[in-house]
């Protein structure tokens, strides 16, 4: 991929640092890197994180060029604690303290109006900012050890599935990053819920760990935007710029096929060739291996939070086997599955077959 920011000799990183995130001396010089404006990996409840310092606009260019993301999707700024988003919003509005108190630390991302001390790139010029105070010790005791607020995408590079591990992010990012701090897997394995507070209605952006009925328990009313579960149209403006982008991606080609097993055993023997590679719940591994394809399953058909888990792993290890073509078991969209679908049908491009 070309990197010009890379490729002109700026972030001069030639092997990424492997530091551990239960060494205290390992934190505190991942805090120094991120103080001195490089770019450090750190491991969070949800997915692993390319953290900058978010209020030094070319630390935060470096995370655009690392990761070759586009200028127009803008980044999550992570805090220690609630009371350090004060600076970086121009309101803070009730809603945005219920939910706080209620999902703080956690997995949940709120979007606010933003204050003119948060860059423009952080932000890709919109005039709000996305916010989350996250769950991870390791994430925690870095922001406290760097006293910063920190903007961090996922680890991955542009396009392709996120890093539930440091060996996610190091096959991604080695030699264009300073550090990783490596905490182990990450535990939730999809990213955070984003909901929107920067319009009339509190409206979910991105389904993630902080289920819908639980916000809605806390705001009373919430929106889920059509983008959760159709493509855009062509000439709809994306709410949230990373809807627009096909995301989480495998590089194989990815089709979700929706109904019963045996539905989906048919499909595969009218369809598939030896070569493709399926994707499907743990029970159904040994019915389909009958078959002449790689079979990988991404956690038991009831447990949504275990298919979560292991969902980006999954998609990392289709591409490393070299697979072209991938059909795909689609999951009950309840509950966190409501994340694993939107991450699937995105990874498909919205190609969903209902047999
Ligand atoms: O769990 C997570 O959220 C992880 C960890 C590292 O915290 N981060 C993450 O960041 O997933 P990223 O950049 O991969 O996804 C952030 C999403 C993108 O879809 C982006 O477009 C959206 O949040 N976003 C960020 N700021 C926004 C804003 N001001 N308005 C609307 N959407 C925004
Ligand atoms: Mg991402």
Same mark, same amino acid.
């Given at each position: 991929?070309?990197?010009?920011?890379?490729?002109?000799?700026?972030?001069?990183?030639?092997?990424?640092?492997?530091?551990?995130?239960?060494?205290?001396?390992?934190?505190?010089?991942?805090?120094?890197?991120?103080?001195?404006?490089?770019?450090?990996?750190?491991?969070?409840?949800?997915?692993?994180? $390319?953290?900058?310092?978010?209020?030094?606009? =070319?630390?935060? @260019?470096?995370?655009?060029?690392?990761?070759?993301?586009?200028?127009?999707?803008?980044?999550?700024?992570?805090?220690?604690?609630?009371?350090?988003?004060?600076?970086?919003?121009?309101?803070?509005?009730?809603? @945005?303290?219920?939910? #706080?108190?209620?999902?703080?630390?956690?997995?949940?991302?709120?979007?606010?109006?933003?204050?003119?001390?948060?860059?423009?790139?952080?932000?890709?010029?919109?005039?709000?900012? #996305?916010?989350?105070?996250?769950?991870?010790?390791?994430?925690?005791?870095?922001?406290?050890?760097?006293?910063?607020?920190?903007?961090?995408? =996922?680890?991955?590079? =542009?396009?392709?599935?996120?890093?539930?591990?440091?060996?996610?992010?190091?096959?991604?990012?080695?030699?264009?990053?300073?550090?990783?701090?490596?905490?182990?897997?990450?535990?939730?394995?999809?990213?955070?819920?984003?909901?929107?507070?920067?319009?009339?209605?509190?409206?979910?952006?991105?389904?993630?760990?902080?289920?819908?009925?639980? $916000?809605? @328990?806390?705001?009373?009313? $919430?929106?889920?935007?059509?983008?959760?579960?159709?493509?855009?149209?062509?000439?709809?403006?994306?709410? =949230?710029?990373?809807?627009?982008?096909?995301?989480?991606?495998?590089?194989?080609? !990815?089709?979700?096929?929706?109904?019963? $097993?045996?539905?989906?055993?048919?499909?595969?023997?009218?369809?598939?060739?030896?070569?493709?590679?399926? !994707?499907?719940?743990?029970?159904?591994?040994?019915?389909?291996?009958?078959?002449?394809?790689?079979?990988?399953?991404?956690?038991?058909?009831?447990? #949504?939070?275990?298919?979560?888990?292991?969902?980006?792993?999954?998609?990392?290890?289709?591409?490393?086997?070299?697979?072209?073509?991938?059909?795909?078991?689609?999951?009950?969209?309840?509950?966190?599955?409501?994340?694993?679908?939107?991450?699937?049908?995105?990874?498909?491009?919205?190609?969903?077959?209902?047999?």
């Amino acid at each position: 991929m070309t990197n010009p920011w890379f490729e002109s000799g700026m972030a001069d990183e030639p092997r990424c640092k492997r530091l551990r995130a239960d060494r205290p001396e390992d934190i505190a010089y991942a805090a120094s890197l991120l103080r001195a404006g490089k770019l450090v990996a750190m491991p969070t409840e949800t997915v692993y994180g $390319l953290a900058a310092n978010a209020l030094d606009p =070319s630390a935060v @260019a470096g995370i655009f060029a690392a990761k070759g993301r586009p200028a127009d999707n803008p980044l999550i700024v992570h805090v220690a604690a609630p009371e350090d988003i004060q600076p970086l919003v121009r309101v803070f509005p009730p809603a @945005a303290q219920r939910l #706080a108190e209620a999902f703080w630390p956690g997995p949940l991302t709120i979007i606010l109006p933003k204050s003119s001390q948060v860059p423009a790139i952080v932000s890709a010029g919109l005039g709000t900012v #996305a916010l989350r105070v996250p769950a991870h010790p390791a994430a925690r005791a870095l922001l406290r050890a760097a006293g910063l607020p920190l903007a961090a995408p =996922s680890a991955n590079l =542009s396009g392709s599935p996120s890093p539930t591990t440091a060996a996610h992010v190091l096959a991604d990012l080695d030699g264009r990053i300073a550090a990783v701090l490596d905490g182990g897997a990450c535990g939730v394995g999809v990213e955070s819920t984003v909901v929107t507070l920067a319009q009339a209605t509190p409206c979910l952006l991105r389904p993630g760990g902080i289920l819908p009925e639980a $916000l809605r @328990a806390v705001l009373g009313e $919430l929106t889920i935007s059509p983008a959760v579960t159709s493509a855009l149209q062509a000439d709809e403006t994306a709410q =949230s710029p990373g809807m627009k982008y096909k995301h989480y991606a495998p590089k194989a080609e !990815l089709t979700l096929l929706t109904g019963s $097993l045996s539905a989906f055993i048919d499909y595969l023997n009218a369809q598939a060739e030896g070569g493709d590679g399926i !994707l499907c719940f743990d029970e159904e591994v040994a019915a389909l291996e009958q078959g002449p394809w790689p079979v990988f399953s991404f956690g038991p058909q009831g447990n #949504a939070a275990a298919q979560a888990q292991q969902l980006v792993a999954r998609l990392r290890a289709l591409d490393t086997a070299g697979v072209q073509r991938v059909f795909c078991h689609t999951p009950c969209a309840q509950g966190i599955g409501l994340a694993v679908y939107n991450r699937l049908l995105r990874a498909a491009g919205f190609r969903e077959i209902i047999l």
